[in-house]
């Protein structure tokens, strides 16, 4: 099951994808991230989608961020999480996941676009499964870590790499406005293995990132008992778990994001995310 997020000319509409057929939502009123991480609200919709209570739509295209901006409480990414990302950095494997914030205006839909900063020269591109919290966590144990999950979607983690190299720390090139695309879907979390997943990113019609998050060094369930042993994670709180290798940066010679680029962004069972770069 996944749910989309889209646009109308009313406003934001849900809807509710089940093998291949999308459903209307509004019936059952707009979900909030508590009822999509709740099983039995899952269950509620899977049986208004089987009675025919919930009337089909053709697939929207106007799609939106499943994570509305002013509900993302706060965005966690986890750096090096991928073994063979270390690799091609030469880097020891971390014993615990290594985090970083990322602004939450970064967030931005399907099919817009990633604005190229001015006096920015190196801007690349992640593409990450993202975790979306939808009940509050504290001190949870991995093996419960699903409890508490609404729903898995793609992030492109666009990065500022000579504003994070300069600075020594990754705040200020991770959070340029438009560099957190994020969608197409929510894919529930009994939907999926989150932990064996295909991840692809295609930048101009040409694959650049290719692996599996069997890659992983901290899994799903790991990563989110880390984090939040050491803080709160509230419902709107967006865990980015980190990038395969074959980043532009780390490329001979590196291979980086220009206006007129087409990025593409696909994790296996969530869907693929498209975006533009234009420059600002």
């Not at 508590?34 to 609200?41: F, K, N, Q, S, V």
């Not at 899952?42 to 295209?61: D, K, M, N, S």
């Not at 990132?209 to 369930?221: C, K, L, N, P, Y």
Request: proline share 8%; hydrophobic share 35%.
């Amino acid at each position: 099951m996944q749910f989309v997020r889209y646009a109308t000319d009313s406003g934001p509409s849900w809807g509710v994808t089940v093998d291949d057929q999308t459903y209307d939502l509004e019936r059952l009123g707009e979900p909030t991230l508590e009822e999509l991480a709740t099983p039995g609200y899952r269950r509620q919709v899977a049986r208004a989608v089987e009675t025919g209570r919930l009337p089909e739509i053709e697939e929207p295209t106007d799609l939106l961020s499943p994570v509305p901006v002013e509900d993302v409480d706060q965005i966690i990414c986890v750096g090096l999480n991928y073994h063979d990302h270390a690799e091609e950095q030469d880097e020891e494997i971390p014993e615990n996941p290594m985090l970083f914030a990322k602004s939450p205006t970064t967030v931005t839909d399907p099919g817009a676009p990633i604005i190229h900063p001015e006096g920015i020269e190196q801007v690349d591109y992640e593409v990450e499964l993202g975790i979306v919290i939808g009940r509050t966590a504290d001190s949870v144990d991995a093996d419960n870590a699903e409890d508490y999950i609404a729903g898995y979607t793609v992030i492109d983690d666009v990065s500022a790499r000579d504003a994070q190299f300069d600075d020594g720390q990754f705040f200020r090139g991770k959070s340029y406005d438009t560099f957190a695309p994020m969608g197409p879907a929510l894919t529930s979390p009994d939907a999926v293995d989150p932990n064996d997943l295909e991840a692809t990113l295609r930048l101009n019609g040409e694959t650049k990132q290719d692996s599996t998050t069997a890659e992983f060094i901290f899994d799903v369930g790991e990563v989110v008992e880390f984090i939040s042993n050491v803080t709160t994670l509230r419902p709107g709180t967006v865990i980015s778990t980190g990038t395969p290798g074959g980043v532009g940066i780390f490329r001979d010679p590196p291979e980086l994001l220009s206006p007129g680029d087409t990025v593409e962004a696909e994790i296996e069972g969530i869907g693929t995310l498209e975006n533009h770069v234009v420059g600002e």
